[in-house]
């Protein structure tokens, strides 16, 4: 199922419109239904009536009747059914098609009387010819009301049902008078036909009006929701270098309005907060560093002027141990808050990354003979970097191999050149990193194993700041495996003359 709130709004408005249009379309299509079979009962009345109003002799009843079926059914008189009874139930007259499913004792049939249709008013028509002639079957000039030899007749109001049969369905109408009861049948293949038109027309409508709809609600959602799309495009352009990201509210709908002015005042408070935490982290490790200097000396000099082997040498060793541990983390710090202000740039320089490796291999071999230290270098990869920042990323990554290794442990080094970029990929043996801390392994002051507490030197800082570095180069440092026994790190820089973005906090991945 769908989570987009714009294709929600998008399928609540097919949903609701469709259904909206099916009731619509069954609605008029049942009015025009009952409209149409309303002007058919009209029409049969007002043909049947002039009929009954005045006394016809039985032998009248079959030229009546093919007038009847010639003006309904045409020349094939297929469209037309008559039936004729007398005042006794005997059948004067009726049609040859007429269907056996319909029995004459059946009729008058019993059904509700439409009440738009009232007794028949109009004049008489003429006495019908005593004999066949070639005009049988045609309607006699009209005579005016009163005319000698014409007998008025009571006429009751028509009944009308509609009769399915083999031969089809049919529209009965029924009339009836002292003397006779007449039952017309007009077949309503034809307007059956022509409802059938409007009912497909209905349903080849629909699809293209739903498809309107969703178009419509598509591009009305889409303004609608201009307003978070911008909110969400601020805040993938908020970083720590750009928290001056804001939405202009001019123009912004009323409803939407308030959200934004909450999202502006919320950066406003997040870039006062970060740059003051920033200010703060600067100021401290700035301030800190004179006053280390100093206790660092002083303990040195009481170190020298200690006797050998005495308590005091040792006190002393171990204050200066934490000293110098003090100023590597005040050293981090330091180059941390220039990180997240913005303002690390490296001093670029043309910097042999493969002899900076090499040597970073025989630190490692000479801090931890116990491991078993293999190197994969590829030959002069050149990249412009600050030499020194990159020495110290180098010896961040290479301390934490040696760190979190285990006894009897390897380390490896791999350098290739690989189109643009150079890949440094250290790898060690060791407890892996749990799953559930890999998003906070780059994360300020934390250790992937807390357990070694002091045994290790560090407080968690040196894989974010070593990340940072290799993003102000227009790098990065990901995680690429901890499984098992084996982690692996993989630095990315751009090689010598192709070095993008460099001195910028660069978020590109490897």
């Known amino acids: 199922m769908s989570h987009s709130f714009r294709v929600r709004i998008i399928l609540l408005s097919v949903g609701v419109s469709g259904l909206v249009l099916a009731v619509f379309a069954f609605s008029a299509w049942a009015l025009a239904h009952r409209i149409g079979l309303r002007k058919i009962d009209r029409e049969m009345a007002e043909r049947m009536g002039p009929?009954?109003?005045?006394?016809?002799p039985p032998e009248h009843w079959s030229w009546i009747a093919g007038g009847l079926n010639l003006s309904y059914g045409g020349d094939g008189g297929s469209g037309c059914l008559v039936l004729v009874k007398g005042a006794g139930g005997e059948v004067l007259e009726r049609s040859s098609d007429w269907p056996t499913e319909l029995p004459a004792d059946r009729f008058p049939i019993p059904a509700p009387t439409n009440p738009e249709l009232r007794y028949f008013t109009g004049p008489p028509p003429p006495p019908a010819p005593p004999r066949a002639s070639p005009d049988a079957g045609r309607a006699p000039k009209e005579a005016p009301a009163g005319s000698p030899g014409w007998t008025l007749l009571p006429v009751t109001p028509p009944e009308f049902a509609t009769r399915r049969t083999h031969s089809g369905?049919?529209?009965?109408?029924?009339?009836?008078?002292?003397?006779?009861?007449?039952?017309?049948?007009?077949?309503?293949?034809?307007?059956?036909?022509?409802?059938?038109?409007v009912r497909t027309a209905f349903l080849a409508a629909l699809?293209?009006?739903?498809?309107?709809?969703?178009?419509?609600s598509w591009l009305v959602s889409r303004?609608?929701?201009?307003?978070?799309?911008?909110?969400?495009?601020?805040?993938e352009r908020v970083t720590a270098s750009s928290l001056d990201q804001r939405i202009p509210a001019e123009g912004v709908e009323t409803e939407f309005r308030r959200l934004v002015t909450v999202f502006n005042a919320m950066l406003d408070r997040l870039e006062r907060s970060f740059r003051q935490a920033v200010r703060f982290s600067a100021d401290a490790a700035h301030e800190l560093r004179t006053p280390l200097t100093i206790l660092q000396g002083s303990i040195e000099q009481a170190l020298q002027e200690a006797p050998t082997g005495s308590e005091q040498q040792r006190v002393y060793n171990d204050l200066l141990e934490e000293v110098q541990r003090l100023k590597a983390i005040t050293r981090k710090l330091l180059l941390l808050s220039q990180a997240d202000s913005g303002q690390l740039r490296p001093t670029l320089e043309r910097v042999d990354l493969t002899a900076l490796a090499e040597e970073t291999v025989e630190d490692v071999q000479a801090l931890a003979p116990q491991l078993t230290v293999t190197a994969d270098l590829g030959p002069n990869v050149q990249v412009l970097a600050d030499r020194d920042l990159l020495?110290?990323?180098?010896?961040?990554?290479?301390?934490?191999?040696?760190?979190?290794?285990?006894?009897?442990?390897?380390?490896?080094?791999?350098?290739t050149a690989s189109g643009d970029l150079a890949e440094l990929l250290i790898t060690?043996?060791?407890?892996?990193?749990?799953?559930?801390?890999?998003?906070?392994?780059?994360?300020?002051?934390y250790r992937a194993d807390p357990s070694r507490g002091r045994r290790t030197d560090g407080v968690g800082l040196g894989l974010s700041l070593a990340r940072e570095i290799a993003r102000a180069h227009g790098g990065n440092l990901v995680l690429v495996e901890s499984r098992g026994d084996r982690t692996a790190f993989r630095m990315t820089l751009p090689l010598a003359g192709s070095t993008p973005g460099v001195g910028e906090a660069s978020q590109t991945g490897a």
């Open 207 to 216: 699809p293209a009006a739903l498809f309107l709809i969703a178009v419509g």
């Open 223 to 235: 303004r609608a929701l201009r307003s978070v799309d911008d909110l969400a495009h601020v805040a």
């Open 51 to 56: 009929i009954l109003i005045v006394s016809h």
């Open 391 to 415: 020495q110290r990323t180098l010896g961040n990554l290479s301390s934490n191999a040696v760190s979190y290794n285990r006894d009897g442990g390897s380390v490896e080094f791999r350098l």
């Open 428 to 445: 060690n043996t060791g407890p892996g990193i749990p799953s559930q801390d890999h998003d906070r392994l780059f994360g300020r002051f």
């Open 169 to 197: 369905t049919w529209r009965l109408g029924t009339m009836e008078n002292p003397e006779v009861t007449v039952v017309v049948g007009v077949s309503l293949a034809r307007f059956g036909a022509e409802m059938a038109r």
